[in-house]
């Protein structure tokens, strides 16, 4: 879909005098030449586009799928308050906030061991812990958003089929329908995700490694109600975590070794939900099957840099965790606010927003905390699917001190609700609780 421009400009294939083919390409560089190139738009690059909505900057958004596809992807997130204060700021959450459920109460718990570590918002002198919400209704709620922001162009489908950084601009070459275009930024923005082949040709190295695990996830619609508790119950084959969606559907998100997770996705519905039930518990009655269930690989990655002369990765893009915990697009939306800012008052000073020097201190602000997630999710994922005895021994004595000192449960909740280390302008403090 082309929101603008590409309606009037003019294509390669039509036949052109000389002097026409001279103005219309003076016209063509004219409307095609932005400010920002943002390609990928999932949750994080269009996060970071409206993030933009204040500054005057002309922004292109690159969107390889269809509107469609992009949108049924049948996943659903932890959305964590700093997300939530994120988007309440960019003003798109209240748009959001009819179709996500709260998070009232989370638990999280040691295979059958009977220790369970309780965390509440009062916890946190707030009214509640996060939110659960369906990719789609995320990703619409942004694009709609977009729709009614005159300086952003949201190109889809398109791809990118080239790149050419030069010394003062950024030069792509699109392909839509068939048919080449080519636009200019001064920064070009990765938000392509974990495979990236924007971090890819720009030779951005990344460190990481794939779990011995793999993710079976599934919506699941139990008997009783789920009262709004998040679960994550860490067992020696990896993590299980159950999320509480609208009209009392959940969101399982169910880690395993890869063989026994492609096993579990090969059952037919009838065994499936026999050998879930095991999992789940009985908290919530019998439990019902809503649509496919999905594997998902399960990676660890981080770029060596977030920044190169005229691109800066985020997102998955420049990092990907294990799922426990739900930090993953969390982070990116943190990314994507941050970058705004940075942005934004380079554009206020006058400078070159594809300098190195303007974008390290992006790379500076987000690199630790993110590094510093990605290693929390790594330590609990090995510390609790393990069955050594001093490990055991260890953990338990870590869920006994989460739940009886109060410093240690603020600190690990303030971590993953995303109110640890610095926070973006943008975010609205108080709100999106
Ligand atoms: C099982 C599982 C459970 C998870 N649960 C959670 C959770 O509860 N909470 C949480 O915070 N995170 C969770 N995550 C992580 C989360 O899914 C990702 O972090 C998030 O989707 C990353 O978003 P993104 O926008 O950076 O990338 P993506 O969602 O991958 O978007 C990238 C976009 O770029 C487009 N693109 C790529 N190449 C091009 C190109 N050349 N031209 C144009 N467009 C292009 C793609 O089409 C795509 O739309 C989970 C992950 C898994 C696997």
Same mark, same amino acid.
């Given at each position: 879909m082309t929101f603008d421009l590409y309606s009037t400009a003019p294509t390669s294939k039509q036949n052109y005098s000389r002097q026409a083919l001279q103005q219309s390409a003076t016209e063509q560089s004219k409307k095609l030449d932005y400010d920002v190139a943002i390609v990928g738009g999932g949750i994080v690059g269009l996060t970071f586009a409206c993030a933009l909505k204040e500054s005057g900057l002309r922004i292109a958004v690159i969107e390889a799928k269809t509107d469609s596809s992009a949108v049924s992807r049948g996943q659903a997130y932890h959305i964590n308050l700093m997300s939530s204060r994120i988007f309440e700021g960019i003003g798109v959450w209240e748009q959001m906030q009819s179709q996500v459920n709260p998070i009232q109460q989370i638990r999280l718990s040691d295979a059958d061991y009977p220790g369970i570590v309780q965390f509440l918002p009062q916890d946190l002198?707030?009214?509640?812990?996060g939110h659960v919400a369906d990719h789609a209704v995320v990703l619409e709620a942004l694009r709609d958003f977009l729709r009614?922001?005159?300086t952003v162009t949201y190109l889809c489908p398109v791809e990118v089929v080239q790149i050419d950084y030069q010394a003062d601009r950024v030069e792509l070459e699109l392909v839509e329908k068939s048919e080449s275009k080519h636009i200019s930024a001064q920064l070009l923005v990765a938000a392509? %995700?974990?495979?990236s082949p924007i971090r890819q040709q720009a030779g951005i190295r990344a460190d990481g490694w794939q779990y011995w695990q793999s993710c079976v996830v599934a919506f699941i619609q139990p008997?009783?109600?789920?009262?709004?508790i998040a679960y994550e119950r860490f067992w020696e084959s990896g993590p299980f975590a159950i999320l509480p969606l609208p009209n009392n559907l959940c969101r399982i998100v169910w880690t395993v070794p890869k063989a026994e997770a492609a096993a579990i996705l090969a059952l037919d519905d009838h065994e499936f939900l026999v050998q879930l039930q095991q999992r789940y518990g009985?908290?919530?009655g019998a439990l019902t099957l809503v649509g496919q269930r999905h594997l998902f690989p399960v990676y660890l990655m981080h770029s060596?840099?977030?920044?190169m002369h005229r691109v800066a990765l985020i997102g998955d893009a420049a990092h990907c965790c294990h799922p426990v915990g739900g930090q993953g697009v969390n982070l990116g939306i943190r990314d994507a606010a941050a970058l705004a800012q940075v942005l934004q008052a380079a554009a206020h000073k006058g400078e070159?927003? %594809?300098l190195l020097s303007v974008l390290r201190q992006y790379d500076r602000w987000r690199f630790l905390e993110n590094l510093i997630i990605l290693g929390f999710t790594d330590v609990l994922d090995r510390l609790f699917s393990n069955s050594l005895f001093p490990l055991v021994t260890l953990r338990r004595a870590g869920l006994w001190a989460l739940q009886s000192v109060p410093l240690m449960k603020v600190l690990a909740l303030k971590l993953m609700t995303g109110l640890l280390g610095r926070s973006p302008e943008i975010a609205k403090p108080n709100q999106g609780k």
């Open positions: 002198n707030a009214t509640v812990l009614h922001c005159a392509d %995700g974990a495979r008997e009783k109600p789920h009262q709004n009985d908290q919530m060596r840099v977030y920044t070159d927003l %594809g």
